[in-house]
């Protein structure tokens, strides 16, 4: 693949985190940090917001597939989804960093995914009054996917066992700091700035094709309806699974030995995970980290 360093990427150490403007980070995602900020988005740039593993790369695929799915039918096999859709702020060694591949897109919408927390999105978003779309995944099983992500991938930092993992994603200590802030900061921001739309992992998995349809309204897509269901059908979780150009197969800091990106997509996986009586601190401590939120989260469907 053009611009990767394979070498470089295998042999790279885990990354420590540190405070970042009140943020829990790690170096590949300031390293480019004036770049970054200083990015020129365009009006018709559509910017995929998440807090990590809420559903980005399906949210991603699903626009690409509704964009370029029949006008550029070669990039769904050539183009693994994170070259389609960069990750704006990602610098690591021996992988283009995501400004520059954003600005080298020749696509018409430029499709750019963050997990930035809302405070810190390049200004220009907002003056060009691009679309968002902003997927939230209910709290518990963000963070059983983020847990197994940051075990199989050398590029996070190491999560130690499952409970000192939770206590730190309690505590907001994860990269892309503390869940509770992103959900709500995006939500807030979606009170004011109708350009977002703010959409629910559980949502998507309940009824993909309704979805679609919704986002469609939102980007103005006048898409046949047999096409919105071929968009459904070539984004399910099974088929994504299978897909190289979706499953992250081709990155080779990812272990899939110790568990695969692509893990198993489901509401309430957390069930597996928690002890009751991580189940009863963890609810007493959302109570009171949410107390003033207005958004809800399904933890079941
Ligand atoms: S990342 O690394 O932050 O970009 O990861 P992200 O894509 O946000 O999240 C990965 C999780 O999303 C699940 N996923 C899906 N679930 C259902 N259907 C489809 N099509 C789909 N695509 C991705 C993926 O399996 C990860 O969740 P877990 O719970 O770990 O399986």
């Known amino acids: ?7 470089a990427l295998q042999h790279m150490a885990r990354p420590e985190i540190f405070d970042f403007e009140g943020i829990t980070m790690i170096p590949p995602f300031t ?18 917001a998440t807090y990590p593993k809420a559903g980005t790369t399906w949210a991603s695929y699903i626009l690409d597939l509704l964009y370029f799915g029949n006008r550029a039918p070669e990039r769904q096999t050539s183009l693994p989804i994170y070259m389609r859709v960069p990750f704006l702020e990602m610098c690591f060694p021996g992988f283009p960093a995501g400004v520059d591949l954003a600005n080298n897109l020749t696509t018409r919408p430029r499709l750019i995914k963050t997990h930035l927390p809302v405070q810190l999105v390049p200004k220009s978003f907002w003056e060009q009054n691009c679309r968002v779309v902003y997927v939230a995944r209910n709290a ?7 847990f197994h992500f940051e075990r199989m991938n050398r590029g996070q930092p190491d999560p130690g066992d499952w409970n000192t993992y939770l206590q730190n994603f309690m505590d907001g200590k994860k990269v892309f700091g503390p869940w509770y802030d992103h959900v709500n900061g995006y939500w807030e921001k979606k009170q004011t700035y109708s350009n977002l739309h703010y959409m ?11 979805e679609v349809e919704h986002l469609c309204s939102f980007l103005g897509l006048s898409t046949p309806k047999e096409e919105r269901e ?9 088929a994504m ?4 150009m979706t499953n992250y197969s081709t990155i080779p800091v990812m272990d899939f030995n110790v568990s695969p990106f692509m893990r198993k997509g489901k509401v309430g996986d957390w069930k597996n995970h928690f002890t009751v009586a991580q189940n009863d601190q963890f609810d007493e401590h959302y109570k009171q980290r949410m107390k003033n939120a207005t958004v809800q989260f399904r933890t079941e469907i």
């Open 1 to 7: 693949m053009e611009g990767i360093d394979f070498e």
């Open 230 to 238: 071929q968009v459904t059908k070539n984004s399910h979780f099974d």
């Open 140 to 146: 518990k099983d963000n963070a059983v996917s983020y």
């Open 200 to 210: 629910f992992f559980e949502d998507m998995v309940e009824d993909t094709g309704r």
């Open 241 to 244: 699974k299978q897909n190289k």
């Open 31 to 48: 390293d480019n940090w004036e770049n970054v900020q200083n990015f020129q988005a365009r009006p018709d740039d559509i910017l995929i």
